[in-house]
């Protein structure tokens, strides 16, 4: 008998042997990881049912996302020779980080395409990283375009117009003047696994953020600050906005919550009394 052989061949076998034992035990721990984010969603969704609680369509989100580092932008003499100065006065306030444009007549909406956003150039830089904020625009006073990171909102808490171009209408709808303000915006640190939508309005539910018979009017994930200033550490959060009355900050990494309305709900908010 040749025992080199016979070796070899036991080898062979024992190692196609273990890859397949090893694969069949990735496929079954993949079966039930699908099975406990099946199972998970479904527990809330039964929760939200019980509370009629109604929801829009969820958006899709990726599993893993980054921080964001935003420092305020100090607009220089370079970039505001590369503006239109026909029919307007610019000026730069607060130590340059502020951008004043004021027309020198009323401007009306005539938004070509329908898209807001191409009212914005030739009187505005770096014009491609705004997004009309129909959610923070106050109608007949004011549009609000918001800064964006890899086409995701860069939230502010409530006051504070940090990487945002605000324009100032006047009472028969005309654009009077606008201010921009700009985040410089590099990545920090690794990807992290982020809360789905689904999860985020758990959190709020875990909470007592909601009550019977609430709707999720808004839900979109973004980046979020929880310290105001010219350095921030933005992260992965989601804003939910309930009734078009009430808005959470949900954190997309950890599920802490920032409540920024004033009015707590009541204790048993959140508890189902049927």
Same mark, same amino acid.
């Given at each position: 008998?040749?025992?080199?052989?016979?070796?070899?061949?036991?080898?062979?076998?024992?190692?196609?042997?273990?890859?397949?034992?090893?694969?069949?035990?990735?496929?079954?721990?993949?079966?039930?990881?699908?099975?406990?984010?099946?199972?998970?969603?479904?527990?809330?969704?039964?929760?939200?049912?019980?509370?009629?609680?109604?929801?829009?369509?969820?958006?899709?989100?990726?599993?893993?996302?980054?921080?964001?580092?935003?420092?305020?932008?100090?607009?220089?003499?370079?970039?505001?020779?590369?503006?239109?100065?026909?029919?307007?006065?610019?000026?730069?306030?607060?130590?340059?980080?502020?951008?004043?444009?004021?027309?020198?007549?009323?401007?009306?909406?005539?938004?070509?395409?329908?898209?807001?956003?191409?009212?914005?150039?030739?009187?505005?830089?770096?014009?491609?990283?705004?997004?009309?904020?129909?959610? $923070?625009?106050?109608? !007949? #006073?004011?549009?609000? %375009? @918001? +800064? &964006? =990171?890899? /086409?995701?909102?860069?939230?502010?808490? *409530?006051?504070?117009?940090?990487?945002?171009?605000?324009?100032? $209408?006047?009472?028969? !709808? #005309?654009?009077?003047? %606008? @201010? +921009? &303000? =700009?985040? /410089?915006?590099?990545?920090?640190?690794? *990807?992290?696994?982020?809360?789905?939508?689904?999860?985020?309005?758990?959190?709020?539910?875990?909470?007592?953020?909601?009550?019977?018979?609430?709707?999720?009017?808004?839900?979109?994930?973004?980046?979020?600050?929880?310290?105001?200033?010219?350095?921030?550490?933005?992260?992965?959060?989601?804003?939910?906005?309930?009734?078009?009355?009430?808005?959470?900050?949900?954190?997309?990494?950890?599920?802490?919550?920032?409540?920024?309305?004033?009015?707590?709900?009541?204790?048993?908010?959140?508890?189902?009394?049927?």
């Amino acid at each position: 008998m040749d025992w080199s052989r016979t070796k070899t061949i036991f080898i062979i076998t024992f190692l196609v042997l273990d890859l397949f034992l090893g694969f069949q035990l990735y496929q079954k721990q993949t079966e039930n990881q699908f099975d406990y984010i099946s199972e998970s969603f479904l527990k809330i969704e039964d929760k939200l049912q019980s509370m009629n609680i109604r929801y829009r369509e969820l958006p899709e989100v990726p599993k893993k996302l980054v921080h964001i580092i935003g420092q305020t932008h100090t607009f220089t003499n370079e970039e505001i020779s590369k503006l239109k100065k026909d029919g307007v006065t610019i000026e730069r306030t607060d130590g340059d980080k502020k951008l004043r444009v004021t027309y020198d007549e009323p401007q009306s909406l005539n938004v070509e395409g329908g898209d807001l956003a191409n009212i914005l150039p030739p009187y505005t830089l770096f014009s491609e990283d705004y997004i009309y904020s129909d959610y $923070l625009t106050s109608e !007949g #006073k004011e549009l609000v %375009f @918001v +800064q &964006t =990171y890899d /086409d995701r909102w860069i939230y502010q808490k *409530e006051g504070n117009a940090n990487g945002q171009i605000t324009v100032q $209408l006047d009472k028969d !709808g #005309k654009m009077i003047s %606008f @201010v +921009q &303000t =700009y985040l /410089d915006t590099n990545e920090q640190g690794e *990807e992290q696994e982020i809360l789905t939508a689904i999860k985020a309005i758990d959190q709020l539910l875990i909470n007592n953020k909601l009550k019977n018979d609430d709707k999720i009017s808004f839900i979109e994930l973004g980046y979020y600050s929880l310290v105001e200033g010219d350095v921030q550490v933005l992260a992965p959060t989601w804003l939910i906005e309930v009734n078009k009355e009430r808005h959470y900050y949900v954190n997309a990494v950890n599920g802490l919550i920032d409540d920024p309305n004033r009015d707590p709900l009541p204790k048993d908010a959140g508890e189902d009394t049927t």
